[in-house]
Each structure stands twice: as C-alpha cells, then as structure tokens.
C-alpha cells in the first residue's frame, strides 16, 4: 500500500515562520486557496452548516465539491471558531461513519462579499455591475475571464508610452511611442482576427496619442514614482451596513499622481463634452482616497481635452448605493451558479462585445 502523505492543516510556528509540511500533493491547492484572503468555498461550507448539521461526505455531494476541498474549509472553520462537532456521526457513501459538522451559533454571519469570496472591489467592477449584472456576475463568481478590445489594448499601451516619457522625462518622443507598441504589440500578438499587418493599422493613431498626451502632461513636472506597481495604488472602505463586517475595501490604481493634483488618461476616437457618469465615479474614488483635485486628460489622434468631474458626492452616494445593492444580492444564496441564473441579463451591453460566447455560462446556471 502506497505510503499516505497528509496535508497538515495545524502549521507550527517557529520564530514567527510557518512551517507546512507533508503536503499531500492533491491537496496542496485545498490548503493553498483555504488561507488565501478571497475564499468562496469556505464562505459556502459555513453557509451550508448555518442550518444543515452535515457530514464532510454531505457537503461535497451538495456543493460538488471535491473531498480536499470541502475538508480543509472544514478544519478552518474549526479552527476559527465557527464550526464545531455535534458529538454525532453518520455513514458515508462508502459506509464509514463520519462526523457531523455544525455551525456554532452566535458567531458572526459573513456578508454576502465575504461569503463569495470577493475581499474588495474596485471603480470598474463597479461600472460593470451597473451596466451589465450578468457580465459582473460571469465575471467575478463564475471566474470567467472576458476579453478586451482593441481600444482597450491601445489605451493600455499609450499610457505605458505615456508613462515611460514622465518618469523620464528627458527621453525623446520617439522613444515613448517605441514603448508603447511594444506594448501594444505583446498584448495582442495572440488576439483572434488580429493579424500583423492590422495590428501595424493602429500604430498611426498610438503614437500620435503618445505624443499629445506627453505634450500635455510634461509641463505639469515629474509625477510621484509609484512605490511598488507601476501605478499608485489608493484605497477607500464604502459601508454598506452597520457592525464592524459592514464595509468592503475599494481598490484603484492612479495613472499619474502629483503633489497638488491627480491626472487620468483617457484615450478616445471622440472627445467628449463631459465627464460619463462613470468615470466621475472612479474620478471620486481616487479623489476620496488621496484628498486631491483629480483631472481627467481625454487625448484623440488629433486633439485633447481636459475634463473635471462635477460632483464627487453625488457620485460617492451612487457608488454606496450600488455596493449596498450587490451586498445584498450576493447575500440571497452562497451558490454562484444560483445567482447567475436569477440576475437579469442585457445583451446589448458592450461587455459582452467579443464574449458572446460566455453568455452560455448564465444558460447552463
């Protein structure tokens, strides 16, 4: 009989370092993902026990889940104090009496975030759940990964270009539109339908991007140089209810911050003449969070335009609305499939351009 390896969930503590040994290697991702901060398995054992005293055997037939799986989220909750023996045991499939495993009453129910799994939010999930719930749902709780566009593409290379002529602001031009089709170029190398020489059709309008933009933000001085990223990363917590488990982390990352100001790239085939609601909504987080003005820098192959937010309050409250909104939903079942088959659909949305294809996921919920 092949020699058996236990995952030893009980880690021991020497000089502050946790030591993990004898990892069976099936359950070294169970034990890995059970001690990570975004957990929606654990969340749906604890959920499962609030009112079903089970088996371990129970809970994966329930939650299809495999036994390393369910198991680890079990000695976790054991381990924090949620979930305890009821002294009783029951036969398995194969037979074999085990334990039953219930929710120690009075502990603090987890909110809907934390029964996902979903450790923070940030301003575009949120835009993403406003306009098109069953693509924010396809997203985050059915791990589904959608594509972006080649505009999207572009503005992820220009401010890379951008970016390189601040923080050295000395480079010359050339050099800044170099950087951002290379950018450009690794990230759709692999895009379907994309070939080289379409891919070279953009070059023209991102390296006139580049340019404007650094003509426009050069003047401004040096940016602050981000500490870790290649962005500042900000922070806010938005309430949603009352007790100490009533607010979730929103998470944003600025593109250039400034000692008196915070700027924004946007790169656009058409400027606009105001500020789209939901960009005044990531505008005032990062304006919450850092205490600055913030400036949004919309740049065209031809022009540019610069653009402020109206009211940063007004659209703090939308933003605590709709957190307060997906909080709740999150909160009807601790089951994603569940969730995706009762969101309400809008195909038309431009998240599902080039996604159609998951929109079998809400089909087969």
């Known amino acids: 009989m092949a020699k058996k390896i236990w995952l030893m969930c009980q880690a021991k503590q020497t000089n502050g370092t946790t030591l993990m040994t004898k990892i069976q290697d099936t359950s070294r991702e169970a034990y890995e993902m059970c001690n990570r901060g975004n957990d929606s398995w654990y969340g749906q054992v604890l959920s499962a026990l609030e009112d079903n005293p089970s088996t371990c055997d129970e809970l994966e037939i329930a939650l299809h889940g495999r036994h390393q799986t369910i198991s680890?989220?079990?000695?976790?909750?054991?381990?924090?104090?949620?979930?305890?023996?009821?002294?009783?045991?029951?036969?398995?499939?194969?037979?074999?009496?085990?334990?039953?495993?219930?929710?120690?009453?009075?502990?603090?129910?987890?909110?809907?975030?934390?029964?996902?799994?979903?450790?923070?939010?940030?301003?575009?999930?949120?835009?993403?759940?406003?306009?098109?719930?069953?693509?924010?749902?396809?997203?985050?709780?059915?791990?589904?990964?959608?594509?972006?566009?080649?505009?999207?593409?572009?503005?992820?290379?220009?401010?890379?270009?951008?970016?390189?002529?601040?923080?050295?602001?000395?480079?010359?031009?050339?050099?800044?539109?170099?950087?951002?089709?290379?950018?450009?170029?690794?990230?759709?190398?692999?895009?379907?339908?994309?070939?080289?020489e379409e891919r070279k059709k953009v070059y023209p309008t991102i390296e006139a991007?580049?340019?404007?933009?650094?003509?426009?933000?050069?003047?401004?001085?040096?940016?602050?140089?981000?500490?870790?990223?290649?962005?500042?990363?900000?922070?806010?917590?938005?309430?949603?209810k009352k007790g100490e488990d009533g607010t979730v982390p929103i998470i944003g990352f600025l593109d250039f911050l400034y000692d008196t100001q915070i700027v924004d790239l946007k790169t656009t085939g058409r400027l606009p003449t105001k500020m789209s609601a939901a960009h005044c909504r990531q505008a005032a987080v990062y304006a919450?969070?850092?205490?600055?003005?913030?400036?949004?820098?919309?740049?065209?192959?031809?022009?540019y335009r610069w653009l402020e937010p109206e009211d940063i309050d007004q659209s703090l409250d939308e933003i605590k609305a709709q957190v307060k909104r997906l909080e709740k939903f999150l909160s009807v079942s601790n089951d994603p499939k569940f969730l995706a088959s009762i969101v309400p659909h809008n195909p038309s949305s431009f998240y599902w351009n080039g996604n159609r294809h998951l929109e079998g996921e809400l089909d087969r919920a």
Not at 78 to 106: L, Q
Not at 179 to 194: C, H, K, Q, Y
Not at 288 to 303: C, D
């Open 209 to 240: 991007m580049v340019e404007m933009a650094v003509e426009q933000l050069r003047p401004l001085g040096n940016p602050i140089w981000p500490a870790e990223t290649h962005q500042n990363r900000v922070e806010i917590k938005c309430r949603f």
């Open 72 to 196: 680890s989220r079990i000695r976790k909750g054991v381990k924090e104090g949620y979930i305890k023996s009821t002294g009783e045991k029951r036969p398995t499939r194969t037979g074999r009496n085990a334990i039953i495993w219930e929710r120690i009453k009075g502990v603090v129910t987890m909110n809907g975030f934390e029964t996902h799994g979903i450790g923070h939010l940030s301003p575009s999930q949120i835009n993403m759940a406003m306009d098109s719930a069953s693509a924010w749902v396809v997203s985050k709780l059915l791990k589904q990964r959608f594509t972006v566009g080649i505009p999207a593409e572009r503005g992820k290379a220009v401010e890379s270009g951008v970016a390189r002529g601040l923080y050295h602001p000395d480079i010359p031009i050339s050099d800044c539109q170099a950087r951002a089709i290379e950018v450009f170029e690794s990230n759709t190398a692999l895009m379907s339908g994309l070939d080289s």
């Open 288 to 303: 919450r969070a850092t205490g600055l003005p913030i400036k949004f820098l919309y740049v065209s192959p031809k022009n």
